[in-house]
């Protein structure tokens, strides 16, 4: 059965704020098991979604199931399934480690001695056991975001949902959440990672969602994103009458300009597209085959670079 594979369904799932539309109507199937990264730049409506999913805010139109529980209907067992982590930290600084995760565990209705080895177990997870009883606010940032995960696994969720984990880390914390999270996965979790950063999408995610504008505009593995949207284009960049160039190329390939660059697809190889332009009097600075990668699928899907809009 197709509901058996899927950890979370979203169907026509929307957000108006006033008369700004955050999210359009969005489909997407989480598979159990799987890291879907969800990519855009700022404002395409990613934290909104995931909180609508998450049940932190409520949607304006749409459906979200949870590991085949409707969130709108049965709201506390759907939300026993997830673990969300939002972006801002949300920690008792003047609470220990296990003080702060104890009571995100009491939440959950978890108590007692279950209580004390979910938190020991959460803690071990993140990397921060020998760290339990010290007070979160001598806690360097990467730890407190360490910790903030770990507040969003006490309940051992099937689903756990991170909102740009790694903003503002150092490197050390950086991995040490990168391993964590694939630690969740190996043992059967189902996660849900946004980020800003195309390396740690290419490294973690089995497939990734790009949103942009409110929707999702495409879905896929990282080779089939980049088989269908990157393209194997070839920069030419011009010294002198760019806007000349681009003319005399674009009668032999598809062609966009970006300042003195033009990137080119050609229709009958590359060789027409080159005479035509120094027929046409302009140099020819450079010519690059464009390497197809996760990146440039984002920059054809968006129109922007993602370390632009970081
Ligand atoms: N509480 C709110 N009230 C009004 N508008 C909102 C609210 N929250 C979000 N928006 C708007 O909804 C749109 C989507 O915002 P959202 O935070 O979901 O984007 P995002 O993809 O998470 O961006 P970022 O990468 O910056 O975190 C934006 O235009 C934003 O201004
Ligand atoms: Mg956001």
């Known amino acids: 059965m197709v509901a058996a594979m899927s950890m979370l369904e979203l169907t026509g799932l929307g957000k108006d704020y006033g008369d700004r539309t955050a999210v359009k109507a969005l489909d997407l199937v989480v598979k159990k098991g799987e890291i879907l990264g969800l990519l855009g730049p700022n404002g395409a409506g990613k934290t909104t979604t995931i ?4 049940g932190v805010i409520t949607p304006t139109r749409g459906r979200v199931v949870v590991s085949g529980t409707d969130l709108a209907k049965q709201p506390r067992v759907a939300k026993a399934k997830l673990g969300y982590v939002p972006q801002d930290l949300a920690l008792y600084e003047e609470l220990s480690a296990t003080q702060n995760l104890t009571y995100f565990a ?6 007692g001695a279950l209580a004390a080895e979910r938190v020991t177990w959460a803690l071990g997870v993140v990397g921060l056991g020998d760290r339990a009883t010290d007070v979160v606010k001598t806690y360097s940032g990467g730890m407190q975001r360490r910790l903030n995960i770990a507040a ?5 969720p099937e689903l756990l949902v991170l909102d740009e984990p790694t903003v503002g880390v150092d490197p050390q914390s950086r991995n040490h959440i990168f391993e964590t999270v694939r630690t969740l996965r190996a043992s059967g979790m189902t996660v849900i990672y946004t980020s800003h950063y195309m390396e740690e999408v290419e490294a973690l995610c089995d497939r990734v969602a790009i949103m942009d504008g409110g929707a999702i505009t495409a879905l896929g593995t990282i080779p089939e994103l980049v088989a269908k949207y990157a393209g194997k284009g070839i920069e030419i960049e011009i010294a002198g ?9 674009a009668a032999h390939a598809t062609v966009t300009r970006e300042h003195s660059v033009l990137r080119v697809e050609p229709t009958a190889g590359l060789a027409p597209v080159i005479a035509a332009i120094e027929a046409s009097g302009v140099t020819i ?4 085959s464009r390497q197809a990668s996760l990146e440039t699928a984002f920059l054809a899907l968006t129109g922007k670079a ?4 970081a």
């Open 306 to 309: 993602l370390r632009d809009v």
């Open 106 to 111: 009491a939440l959950y209705g978890i108590h």
């Open 51 to 54: 909180s609508m999913a998450c």
């Open 241 to 249: 009458d760019v806007a000349a160039a681009e003319t005399a190329a």
């Open 285 to 288: 600075a450079r010519i690059e």
């Open 152 to 156: 969003g696994l006490v309940h051992k």
